[in-house]
């Protein structure tokens, strides 16, 4: 599978470090033991300086609110031209450093308030999350993909928080048609670190040079989008993603990743998210093996993750 940029420079960047310690003709230096304790969180920095928040638990990760405060920011639609505005959800403690950027869209017909619920959710995980209004309700996917780029444009570009944003790890998400859209921004911008479409709706049934991570949520009682005709073969064409998972919701309909209180949407979302923009791979556990359960009709992925 082909390894994303930003993992193969630290793969290259902890290789030197491995070759200069081999060096033969390096002195062996002795650490005391209280040194050696020093030095390991350093080196655990220097293997991922992404990585925010605390070890990850199943607890942790079905958990309403992470361990990050947040507030919250308005964008209203008149400030900007290239999306309907939204609100943005930050953590307000800075002192880990810069975070990863989602932007996320509504479905066909519905605003922000069908999707709000993540925001809080995902940014008090240690994320910066846009949940936007399209400019008009009835926007097709195509537009919403274009609509979620020009939110992370204004987020890392123009936005009040954007000193928070580290502008290399961004990802994607939407419901519906907003699902859709999020594999057309990922199909248009290969340089995301990752996207989440849940019930994605789109008349493109093939996405094969999509180079974007992707997890594809469907659900199994779906009348809107039947995961047959839509997740289904869209996740089966992605031959050129790096990594690719679809995860199918038991006994569910077009509406659940709307529901707030969908713990199996929010906590695979939030595990995928984390893996790939900030290439945590303590979030590994929870995608690889496949994950079951009572509330997961079927789940494949491109396990182990590389």
Known sequence: MPVPTRTRSLLAATGVAAALALTPATPALALTPAAAVALAPVAAVAANPYERGPAPTNASIEAARGSFAIASTTVSRSSVS???????????????GTFGAVAISPGFT????????????????????????????????DSRGTQLLGALDYLTTTSSVRTRIDATRLGVMGHSMGGGGSLAAARTRPALQAAVPMTPWHGTKSWSTVRVPTMIIGAENDTVAPVSSHSEPF??????????AYLELN????????????????????????????????????????????????????????
């Open 110 to 141: 519905a605003s922000q308030s069908s999707i709000a619920w993540l925001g809080p959710r995902l940014a008090s995980q240690g994320f910066v999350v846009i949940t936007i209004d399209t400019r008009s309700t009835l926007d097709q996917p």
């Open 251 to 306: 006994n569910a309909s077009h509406s659940a990743p709307t529901q707030g209180g969908s713990v199996t949407v929010a906590k695979y979302s939030l595990s995928w998210l984390k893996r790939f923009i900030d290439n945590d791979t303590r979030y590994d556990q929870f995608l690889c093996p496949a994950p079951s359960g009572s509330a997961i009709q079927e789940y494949r992925a491109t396990c182990p993750h590389s």
């Open 82 to 96: 290239t999306f309907g505005g939204g609100t943005i959800y930050y953590p307000t403690d800075t002192s880990a």
């Open 235 to 244: 996740y089966t064409s992605m031959g050129a993603a790096p990594e690719k």
